[in-house]
Each structure stands twice: as C-alpha cells, then as structure tokens.
C-alpha cells in the first residue's frame, strides 16, 4: 500500500471531547508529544546551524526596535493567540502545557547536550530535531487538548482553508522567515532545513498515528 502524508489531524482514541478533558492516557501522550518537541526544538538550537523561522523573526524584531528577544517571543505569541479569535481557534490545557513543557525540555537539551564541531554531525542534529519536532506534534495535537500558539494556528488555518496540514505549515514558516529575514535575523543551513520540512515532518507523523490507530 502506497504510503501518504496525512491531510489533516486524525480521530484518535485518545481524542478529548473538549480542550479541558484530561485523563492519565490522555494526559501521559500529552507529555511525551510535549517533551519530544522541547528535545527536538533543542537539537536545532544545538546544532548552531541558524534559527528556527520564528525565533528569526523575533531575533529581526529585536535588533530593530532593541526589545529583548526573549519579550519579542512573548509579544509574537501572544498576538498570534489573538489571532486566533476570528479563526474560532480555542485554547485548552495542551496550549498552556505546551508553553511551558515545551521550553523546560528545550532547555534541558541545550544543557545536556554540547553543540557537535564537524558539519555532518550539525546537519545531522538539525534532521533528527525537525523529525523529533514533527513526531511530538502528532502526538499532542492528536490529544484535543488545544494547541501551542503556532500550532494553533496552523491547525485553524488549515480547517478554515481546507489545505493539507503539512502545506500550510510550509506556508507559514516560509513566511515568517521571509519577515525575519527581511528584519535582520541570523539564518542558517538549519533555518532554511526547519522552515522546508517541518509541515512533512508533521504529515508524515500524523499519517503514523493514524495508521496506527486505525480500526
């Protein structure tokens, strides 16, 4: 059987009926997806090889105007949950969960894990992060427990829009990148690796999880 990247966020059993709904299950495949997306975003700030997209344009955004780029990251966040308004994107204990785990785990690598010398072994990082960051979406978004800030919008882009999942994370990465490039932010190998294959990254396991939940 021909293998697809999935088009959207599947029907799990472990699917809340409501943002809020936690249970052990629930709660464990919450922490696991969170945890895996801290190391894999981790991987990639070790590597050296350039910033995610949207740590670009919050580092673009803070040579600009000399507000702290850790107050940009929390300005953008905080204007794209506005944004989520007139998408109808709702926040749940996952989005609060995902604020915090997410940063605790990404700190945790950076700390464990010294930056490598050799080239290969850089590039090397940057891929097992965007396929670590791809695998711990799929397991927490897949959990309806509500979205971190840019997921969320990505997830209500894409139900509004009707467009695979995966495309709309590309578009939204490239764009952000453009934006934080314009503005002066540092831009690597491992930027551009991020921003091209995060939304395959993130289809690809959804369609895992899918398959695997399938009945």
């Known amino acids: 059987m021909r293998f697809r990247l999935s088009r959207t966020i599947p029907d799990t059993p472990w699917r809340a009926s409501n943002t809020w709904s936690l249970t052990p299950v629930r709660f464990l495949i919450l922490v696991i997806g969170l945890a895996l997306f801290g190391i894999g975003d981790g991987l990639l700030v070790v590597a050296h090889l350039g910033n995610a997209p949207w740590t670009v344009l919050a580092q673009g955004l803070s040579l600009r105007t000399g507000i702290a780029l850790g107050w940009w990251t929390f ?3 905080t204007i ?3 944004i989520w308004i007139p998408l109808r994107e709702k ?3 996952g989005t609060i969960a995902n604020i915090v785990l997410v940063a605790f785990f990404i700190q945790l690598t950076v ?3 010294p930056t490598p010398t050799l080239l290969w072994e850089q590039l090397t990082l940057s891929t097992i992060g965007v396929l670590i960051v791809g695998a711990g979406s799929s397991l927490y978004l897949t959990c309806g427990l509500g979205p971190g800030p840019r997921d969320g919008l990505m997830t209500a882009l894409h139900y509004r829009s009707g467009l695979p999942v995966g495309r709309v994370r590309l578009f939204i990465e490239l764009i952000v990148l453009s934006m934080g490039w314009a503005l002066g932010g540092r831009v690597g190998v491992g930027t551009f690796l991020f921003a091209l294959f995060i939304g395959f990254s993130i289809a690809f396991w959804l369609e895992i999880v899918r398959r695997f939940t399938a009945h």
Request: charged share 10%; glycine share 8%.
């Open 75 to 77: 300005i953008i966040s």
């Open 91 to 93: 926040p749940g204990f």
């Open 111 to 113: 700390d464990l894990l």
């Open 80 to 82: 794209v949950l506005l």
